[in-house]
């Protein structure tokens, strides 16, 4: 589609700065943008782009907007009060998403007669739905899904291709599982006896509460007792791992390859970057945020920044890495003092021998 930038502005209650009738008819970032596009700079690092971009029209804070209105000389600049929300507006508008297609119960599908579908619910063909299964309304079960028995799936859930849920896994409203994620699958619990790794039963749950996201190939496992919890609101991307009986806080944000280790707790508002690992056991504080491949063995207050193996208060971290970097010159100079020292050591060793050796020549 195709809108001015004028109309644009007005859907979003921005203010027009350069030329309000110019064509929009696509968004794209910053560094691609071109006299047509749409793009956006919310932060320093695309605003210092902007005098590069070709973009037909930015939108700006409205006080970036005053900084930069200049450029409105050669590109058409919209202030808004929230640059994220707006941009997301416009993708909307540019690149709506695909209607909801309305399949209903696929007659290739498999379930179970003693399961309870709610309406509006699209159950996809190849998806396979065992005994006692609830799922509320207007709910996506893509190809491929399996839903185990006696789970509880609440209403607007997407459950992608290929995902799986055990038995008895209980979902919330507004979930998204993406595809080839698996929920509920035993933790990995063993002991030895008689010289062989026998399994420890797990005969609990897992419960993810209302509005959670979880991404692609990520697998979380039910409790050895008891539930394993993923909090409201709690994003978690790709390929990560959660053990068992974990209980994870409200809003918690997971990126890609992190690993919890069985009963790890956490608060509300848990940051953890791409690659942490944490000990089992482990209660990480609220709004605790740990930087990327840091790895956790204790627990950690809330508030504060964490980096490194072991993780460790981010400004400590960096005075360590700082002064590791120093290493080579610092082992120059040692060398350097050494010989200073030696040397020193030589000339005092001749003054101290020096009178003696005279009396002996007389």
């Not at 209903?104 to 739905?129: K, Q």
């Not at 009963?263 to 690992?277: E, H, K, L, P």
């Amino acid at each position: 589609m195709q809108t001015t930038v004028r109309a644009l502005a007005e859907r979003l209650q921005g203010a027009v700065s350069g030329d309000p009738a110019r064509l929009l008819s696509g968004v794209r970032s910053i560094d691609r943008a071109g006299p047509g596009d749409l793009s956006f700079a919310a932060d320093e690092r695309n605003l210092r782009k902007l005098s590069r971009s070709a973009a037909g029209a930015v939108l700006l804070s409205r006080a970036d907007a005053e900084r930069y209105a200049a450029l409105a000389e050669r590109m058409s600049l919209i202030a808004v009060d929230d640059t994220f929300a707006a941009f997301g507006q416009s993708l909307d508008l540019f690149r709506p998403p695909r209607p909801r297609p309305p399949v209903g119960l696929s007659r290739d599908a498999h379930v179970s007669p003693t399961a309870r579908i709610g309406a509006f619910t699209n159950i996809f063909p190849g998806a396979h739905i065992l005994d006692d299964v609830t799922i509320g309304e207007s709910c996506d079960i893509h190809p491929g899904v399996f839903i185990g028995a006696g789970c509880r799936i609440g209403s607007h859930v997407t459950l992608h291709a290929n995902a799986v849920l055990y038995a008895d896994v209980s979902v919330g409203n507004r979930v998204t599982i993406h595809a080839s994620a698996v929920i509920g699958a035993d933790g990995f619990g063993y002991r030895l006896r008689d010289g062989k790794h026998v399994r420890i039963p797990h005969r609990g749950t897992v419960r993810i509460e209302d509005d959670v996201e979880i991404g692609a190939c990520t697998t979380i496992d039910r409790a050895m007792i008891g539930e394993t919890v993923i909090g409201e609101g709690t994003k978690i991307d790709n390929l990560v791992m959660i053990a068992h009986n974990c209980e994870l806080g409200r809003h918690n944000i997971l990126v890609s390859q992190v690993g919890f280790a069985g009963s790890v707790t956490t608060g509300d508002y848990v940051v953890c970057a791409g690659q942490v690992g944490i000990a089992d056991h482990v209660h990480l504080g609220e709004r605790a945020v740990l930087g990327s491949k840091a790895g956790v063995h204790k627990d950690v207050p809330g508030g504060q920044t964490y980096l490194g193996a072991p993780a460790m208060p981010a400004a400590e971290t960096r005075r360590i890495v700082m002064a590791q970097q120093r290493l080579p010159e610092l082992r120059v100079t040692v060398r350097a003092l050494e010989q200073q020292v030696a040397e020193l050591t030589r000339r005092l060793n001749e003054l101290a021998g020096g009178p003696e050796e005279s009396r002996s020549a007389a």
